[in-house]
C-alpha cells in the first residue's frame, strides 16, 4: 500500500477505550473467584471475537478494507498461534496442582503481562524493518523454522513435563523462598501465616525465613509470564509479516490474547478433537513466511514484480485453519492412539 494508517487519535482513543471497558467487566464480572463453566467461557470467548470483529468493521469503514483485511488476518493468525500456548498452560497448571477459578485468576494476570511484553516486542519488531529490507528474510526465516518446529514435532520428546522444576521456579525460589501450600487466592503469604501453619503441621517447612513467601500461584504464574514470553518470539514476527502497522499489528495481538482465559476453558475441554489444527497452523507460517520473503524480493531485486493482496492473504488464512478444524472432524485420532498419549509407559 502506497499509504500508511499511522496513529489516527480516534482509533487509537476507540481501542484503548473499548479494551479497557471490556478488561473491567470481565474483571468485576468475575470477581467471585467460582469455578468457570464452560457455558460461561464460551460466552466470553464470543463476545471477544465479536469486539474484534466490531473494529473490523470499523477499520473498514474509516480507514478501507486493505487495512481492515490486515487486521483481521493478523487476529486470525495470533489467536490460532495462541492454541499451542494454551495447551502448554494446562501442563502447567497440572504441574503445581492449581485447579477452577485459581486458573481463571493467573490467566488474568498473566495475560496482562502479556499485553505489556507484546507492546514491547512489536515497538521493537517493527522498528528493525525500517533498518534494512533485508531483515525481512530474518523474519521469513524466523517464522518458517517456527513452522517446521510444528510441522515436525521438534521438541517434542524434550518437552519439559513437570513444570514445577523449571528454571523460573528455581530462580523465583533463589529471590523468593517458597511456602509450598495454596492459601487461597493469594500469590504471597505473611511470615506469621507460615508460623501458624508449621507449628500446626511440622511437615511442612521452608528453606529460610523471610518476610513474605511464594505460593505455587505465585510459581505458577512466573512460569506462564516466561512461557508466553517464549512464545512471543514465534507468534509476534508472524504478524508482523502479515503487516508492518503497529496499530494493526498491537491491536490484532490484544484482541487476541485478551480472549485467550475464556478460550482457555474451552480448548482444555476440546483439546482432544483438534488433532489437526497444529498442522494447519504450521502451513500458515509457511505461507506468511514465503509472503514476506516475497516482499522482501520485491524491494531488493524488483523480482517476481506480483504481491499477495491483503485480501487474498486473509481468504488463504481463514481456508487453511478452516481445513485443520474439518480435517480434525473427519478424521479423528483413535481412541487406542489417545490412551496411549494419555498414560505413561510401563516399565519393563
Known sequence: MEHHLGFPPETIAIFVAVVAFSVWLDLRLHKDSKDISIPNAVAWSLF????????????KIHHGDDFADLFLAGYILEKSLSVDNLMVFVAIFASFGI?????????????????????LF??????????????????AAI??????????GVGENDEIEDYSDHWSVRLTEKLVPIFPRLHGHHFLVKHSHVQT???QDPSVSVSREALVYATPMLLC???????????????????IAVTREPLLVYSAVIFAILGLRSLYFVL????????????????????????LALQASNHLFHWP????????????????????????????????????????????
Not at 471475537?49 to 473490523?56: E, G, K, Y
Not at 482444555?268 to 509472503?291: G, N, P, R, S, T
Not at 491483503?310 to 478424521?331: P, W
Open 48 to 59: 471477544w471475537i465479536f469486539l474484534a470483529i466490531a473494529f473490523f468493521f470499523y477499520l
Open 99 to 119: 485447579k477452577g477459578a485459581l486458573q481463571h485468576r493467573i490467566l488474568y494476570f498473566g495475560i496482562l503481562g502479556a499485553v505489556v511484553f507484546r507492546m
Open 122 to 139: 512489536i515497538a521493537f519488531g517493527t522498528s528493525l524493518f525500517g533498518l534494512s529490507t533485508w531483515i525481512e528474510f530474518v523474519f
Open 143 to 152: 517464522v518458517a523454522w517456527t513452522g517446521w518446529k510444528m510441522l515436525s
Open 197 to 199: 501453619v508449621t507449628a
Open 221 to 239: 504464574l512466573v512460569c506462564i509470564e516466561v512461557s508466553d514470553i517464549i512464545f512471543a518470539f514465534d507468534s509476534v514476527p508472524a504478524v
Open 268 to 291: 482444555a475441554a476440546a483439546q482432544q478433537y483438534l488433532v489437526h489444527l497444529d498442522k494447519a497452523v504450521a502451513a500458515l507460517l509457511f505461507f506468511i513466511a514465503f509472503k
Open 305 to 348: 514484480g506480483w504481491e499477495i493482496s491483503s485480501n487474498l492473504s486473509l481468504m488463504i488464512i481463514l481456508g487453511t485453519l478452516a481445513v485443520g478444524v474439518i480435517a480434525s472432524l473427519l478424521f479423528p485420532e483413535k481412541k487406542e492412539e489417545v490412551e496411549n498419549a494419555s498414560s505413561p509407559e510401563k516399565p519393563d
